[in-house]
Every structure is written in structure tokens, then in C-alpha cells.
T-cell receptor
Framework: GAGVSQSPSNKVTEKGKDVELRCDPI?????LYWYRQSLGQGLEFLIY????????KSGLPSDRFSAERTGGSVSTLTIQRTQQEDSAVYLC??????????????FGAGTRLSVL | AQTVTQSQPEMSVQEAETVTLSCTYD???????LFWYKQPPSRQMILVIR????KQQNATENRFSVNFQKAAKSFSLKISDSQLGDTAMYFC????????????WGAGTKLIIKP
């Protein structure tokens, strides 16, 4: 079946503008994660959605970042008033069984965000 | 705090050689998972291999195997008979059985396989 799909693949924006990044998880996966990968570094957790539960927003770096997940499927990560330090690759992952031994996260190809 | 350390920023080997990538982690938890992911230039993270901490036997997937030393908190990846397609960034990651199952990542090792 189809994997995790992210759009756009690349996004260039001006400082101060708002951006929306989209993630379409694997069909049937109940868990969805957003991570940020800054240049030359590992991934940093941003937010976690599991089914209809309230999301875990503990990794969001500031109140300019928000995310929603509609109908338990597609998710949108929004960054308001973008800053140059927001430039990074934003990766989305989904998982079918986060609490079991089958817990594997499958990743999309990410969105490379460049803030000028 | 839980951390993952990859001490080799970059490695290169000749095709067909064996290479070992190092990873250490720090946690007070007893139950957790460990992963190696590969990230080629396409940016998509691809799972290479994973290990449950309660299992003493080291995981193996074809040419990829791990050396898991729980007491030493070490989790190295061995790639045998390396191929040009193995060229990529390799990330070690750690997950506990807590409420959100987030992955905690090392900074990565850039592996270059030379023809």
C-alpha cells in the first residue's frame, strides 16, 4: 500500500509569513508523529497524535507552532510568523501499534522548509 | 534525561568490506526499543533493524546485525559485504514504553561506500 505522504516537498518562505505542512499517514495507522531535523542533526520530536486522544504537544518549540489531525487521518503542521531558525526538514511518521511489540514508525520524505 | 550518542560523524569503507557504526544511549528505564534507521539523499527514513531490550539475542536482518550490550548501554550496527546502495546517513534511535512512544535520536553517522 501507499506510504506516508508529505507535501510540499520543499517550501521557501519569507520571514514572518505563515506556512502549512501536510502529512497523509498510512491508511489505518492510528498514531502520527511530527519531527524536525535541523541541518546535520538528528530528529527532534514535536507532537504526537494517537486516535481521538488529546495530542502530546510537549515537543513544540514555541506557541508559533501548532498541529491538527482531522478525522484521525491527515495532519497539518502550521508555523506562524516564521523565523530563520525554523528552517529545517519536517518529517512525519505514522504507526499502527504504538503500544505493542509491533511499534514501528514509518516515515515520509519530509518537507524542507527554508525561511529567507 | 534520555540521550543517544553517535560518536562517528562520518565513515567510509570500500565496497564489500564490513563496517561497524557505534551508538551509546543513556536511560534509567529497563524496558525499551532500539532502532537503526537509514536516511539516503531522498530524505526518507528507512528502518534497518530494531532490538527489544528484554531480548538477549542480537537482532539480524540479512547483511545487517547489531551488537546489543545492555549493561554498557551500547547498540552498534554491523554492515557486512557493504554495497554502494548502503551509502546514507545512519541514525540510532531509542524508544521507551512511556505515554507517547517518541523516538529519541542520535546525531547520525554519514556512511560512504567507495567503489
Amino acid at each position: 500500500g501507499a506510504g506516508v505522504s508529505q507535501s510540499p516537498s520543499n517550501k521557501v518562505t519569507e520571514k514572518g509569513k505563515d506556512v502549512e505542512l501536510r502529512c497523509d499517514p498510512i491508511s489505518g495507522h492510528t498514531a502520527l508523529y511530527w519531527y524536525r531535523q535541523s541541518l546535520g542533526q538528528g530528529l527532534e520530536f514535536l507532537i504526537y497524535f494517537q486516535g481521538n486522544s488529546a495530542p502530546d504537544k510537549s515537543g513544540l518549540p514555541s506557541d508559533r507552532f501548532s498541529a491538527e489531525r482531522t478525522g484521525g487521518s491527515v495532519s497539518t503542521l502550521t508555523i506562524q510568523r516564521t523565523q530563520q531558525e525554523d528552517s529545517a526538514v519536517y518529517l512525519c511518521a505514522s504507526s499502527s501499534s504504538p503500544g505493542t511489540t509491533k511499534n514501528i514508525q514509518y516515515f515520509g520524505a519530509g518537507t524542507r522548509l527554508s525561511v529567507l | 534525561a534520555q540521550t543517544v550518542t553517535q560518536s562517528q560523524p562520518e565513515m567510509s569503507v570500500q565496497e564489500a568490506e564490513t563496517v561497524t557504526l557505534s551508538c551509546t544511549y543513556d536511560t534509567s528505564e529497563n524496558n525499551y526499543y532500539l532502532f537503526w534507521y537509514k536516511q539516503p539523499p531522498s530524505r526518507q527514513m528507512i528502518l534497518v533493524i530494531r532490538q527489544e531490550a528484554y531480548k538477549q539475542q542480537n537482532a539480524t536482518e540479512n547483511r545487517f546485525s547489531v551488537n546489543f550490550q545492555k549493561a554498557a548501554k551500547s547498540f552498534s550496527l554491523k554492515i557486512s559485504d557493504s554495497q554502494l546502495g548502503d551509502t546514507a546517513m545512519y541514525f540510532c534511535a531509542f524508544m521507551t514504553y512511556n505515554s507517547n512512544y517518541q523516538l529519541i535520536w542520535g546525531a547520525g553517522t554519514k556512511l560512504i561506500i567507495k567503489p
